[in-house]
């Protein structure tokens, strides 16, 4: 993606603007969620309307993140008119789920930190080498605003959700540097990481059950893949939500070089929605490009359509293959 706008740019036209709808993506997380409501926090402060939107619901775990309603796209009034609508860890227009639409309502500015050539907006700006879109809002936050309480404690959470508590590749010394700062602006990290990390649901458990137990080895264990069908995730009256957190259960086992988990979706049976993992050195995206997909080199996605799990794991196992050898 080329990048038609720079920062202060951005910084000049959010400053000029007074009514925005601040854009998350689809099954919003961690990163999307703090990057918008840090940036309507700060907004709002200097006095503009502001709203959060995103395609689905914030979930129960992620909710104290937003102090405010995270507006779904058919609640935005017809009557908001926005002068600005601004996407934030969104990588690709399908991320946008039904707030396409919203989109086209104002100037759009993209703000990223995917790699990919998704230039959906009037204005895109991506840093691929930015562990999360967090660290991007920082450094608006720092020319445009203050780090007051809350903004210290959004944008620690959203970095530390992106980076798996500051354990992923996708770490560098700037993160640290950043989260450091925040963390000398005495923000509980202890307390934030309790609610991003450790508060699984039973259902949450039941779903790594069944993600272990479907895993399979192959190339001598350098190449780890779980699926789990729409069958077997009814059976255990488990939602998508449910196991919408399993991407890094096949990386993190002792010799596996590159993971996958292969998931069936719930509105579009036969089609297979691929999280993968790598070890560095080992391309994910590589493999992914090939599963319609990609992502970091680390950390990417796919989709594959199948007539039964045993093919659809094939296909994730033929375009991975490659990339250990
Ligand atoms: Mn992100």
């Given at each position: 993606?080329?990048?038609?706008?720079?920062?202060?740019?951005?910084?000049?036209?959010?400053?000029?603007?007074?009514?925005?709808?601040?854009?998350?993506?689809?099954?919003?997380?961690?990163?999307?969620?703090?990057?918008?409501?840090?940036?309507?926090?700060?907004?709002?402060?200097?006095?503009?309307?502001?709203?959060?939107?995103?395609?689905?619901?914030?979930?129960?775990?992620?909710?104290?993140?937003?102090?405010?309603?995270?507006?779904?796209?058919?609640?935005?009034?017809?009557?908001?008119?926005?002068?600005?609508?601004?996407?934030?860890?969104?990588?690709?227009?399908?991320?946008?789920?039904?707030?396409?639409?919203?989109?086209?309502?104002?100037?759009?500015?993209?703000?990223?930190?995917?790699h990919g050539?998704?230039?959906?907006?009037?204005?895109?700006?991506?840093?691929?080498?930015?562990?999360?879109?967090?660290?991007?809002?920082?450094?608006?936050?720092?020319?445009?605003?203050?780090?007051?309480?809350?903004?210290?404690?959004?944008?620690?959470?959203?970095?530390?959700?992106?980076?798996?508590?500051?354990?992923?590749?996708?770490?560098?010394?700037?993160?640290?540097?950043?989260?450091?700062?925040?963390?000398?602006?005495?923000?509980?990290?202890?307390?934030?990481?309790?609610?991003?990390?450790?508060?699984?649901?039973?259902?949450?458990?039941?779903?790594?059950?069944?993600?272990?137990?479907?895993?399979e080895f192959f190339e001598?264990?350098k190449i780890a893949i779980t699926c789990?069908?729409?069958?077997?995730?009814?059976?255990?009256?488990?939602?998508?939500?449910?196991?919408?957190?399993?991407g890094?259960?096949p990386i993190?086992?002792?010799?596996v070089q590159l993971g996958a988990t292969v998931k069936e979706?719930?509105?579009?049976?036969g089609n297979y929605k691929i999280s993968m993992r790598s070890r560095?050195g080992i391309n994910a995206a590589n493999a992914c490009k090939k599963l319609s997909g990609g992502g970091h080199v680390c950390a990417a996605g796919g989709l594959v359509v199948a007539d039964c799990k045993e093919n659809a794991v094939k296909a994730v196992l033929e375009a991975s293959i490659p990339e250990i050898k």
């Amino acid at each position: 993606m080329i990048n038609n706008i720079t920062l202060p740019e951005i910084i000049g036209k959010l400053k000029k603007s007074n009514r925005i709808i601040l854009i998350c993506h689809v099954r919003p997380d961690g990163d999307t969620l703090a990057c918008a409501y840090t940036l309507k926090h700060a907004l709002k402060k200097m006095g503009k309307t502001v709203i959060c939107a995103s395609s689905d619901p914030v979930s129960d775990r992620l909710s104290f993140l937003c102090d405010e309603k995270m507006y779904l796209p058919n609640e935005v009034s017809e009557d908001f008119n926005p002068d600005l609508v601004v996407s934030v860890d969104v990588a690709s227009i399908s991320m946008l789920g039904n707030c396409k639409s919203l989109m086209s309502l104002a100037e759009s500015i993209k703000i990223d930190h995917h790699h990919g050539e998704d230039s959906f907006a009037d204005y895109n700006f991506a840093l691929p080498d930015k562990a999360s879109c967090s660290e991007i809002i920082f450094d608006i936050i720092e020319q445009m605003s203050d780090f007051d309480k809350k903004t210290c404690e959004l944008l620690y959470a959203g970095i530390s959700f992106d980076t798996g508590c500051f354990k992923h590749s996708n770490v560098t010394e700037d993160t640290h540097k950043k989260a450091a700062f925040l963390v000398a602006q005495g923000v509980d990290t202890a307390l934030i990481n309790q609610k991003l990390f450790g508060n699984k649901t039973k259902k949450e458990i039941e779903a790594l059950k069944m993600a272990y137990n479907n895993l399979e080895f192959f190339e001598d264990g350098k190449i780890a893949i779980t699926c789990i069908t729409n069958k077997m995730r009814e059976e255990k009256g488990l939602s998508e939500d449910d196991i919408a957190d399993l991407g890094q259960i096949p990386i993190e086992i002792d010799g596996v070089q590159l993971g996958a988990t292969v998931k069936e979706k719930g509105d579009k049976p036969g089609n297979y929605k691929i999280s993968m993992r790598s070890r560095p050195g080992i391309n994910a995206a590589n493999a992914c490009k090939k599963l319609s997909g990609g992502g970091h080199v680390c950390a990417a996605g796919g989709l594959v359509v199948a007539d039964c799990k045993e093919n659809a794991v094939k296909a994730v196992l033929e375009a991975s293959i490659p990339e250990i050898k």
